[in-house]
């Protein structure tokens, strides 16, 4: 059984900085694509940032360059560290565990989510 667990939510100022941690257990997932999505009210879940093949870092244009995705495998933890947010950043963050190892765009590549944590940006 797939379990992922965030912390790192909260209210921040616009121009803040936060850390999102995500770690799962059950398994070892070093094999496995993880990463992060988020939605807004009213909105789709999207993308936000993943740690995929041979460990490389991808992000969505919305955060590209205010947003730092790193993975411990060691504690089965990813952790999305972001800066200069905005209120168009408020959304419930959910940390996600890939089908496999290379893919992890869209919510049909997603095998595993956490509760989600709440992200509010004030301005």
């Known amino acids: 059984q797939v379990q992922l667990v965030e912390s790192g939510g909260g209210l921040v100022q616009a121009g803040g900085s936060l850390r999102l941690s995500c770690q799962a257990s059950?398994?070892?997932?070093?094999?496995?694509?993880m990463g992060w999505f988020r939605q807004a009210p009213g909105k789709e879940r999207e993308f936000v940032a993943a740690v995929m093949w041979r460990n490389r870092p991808y992000y969505a244009d919305s955060v590209k360059g205010r947003a730092t995705i790193s993975r411990d495998n060691a504690k089965n933890t990813v952790y999305l560290d972001m800066h200069s947010l905005k209120p168009e950043d408020t959304a419930i963050y959910y940390c996600?565990?890939?089908?496999?190892?290379?893919?992890?765009?869209?919510?049909?590549?997603?095998?595993?989510w956490g509760q989600g944590t709440q992200v509010t940006v004030s301005s």
């Open positions: 059950g398994r070892t997932f070093s094999s496995y694509a």
């Open positions: 996600a565990l890939a089908r496999d190892s290379s893919s992890l765009w869209e919510v049909d590549d997603v095998r595993g």
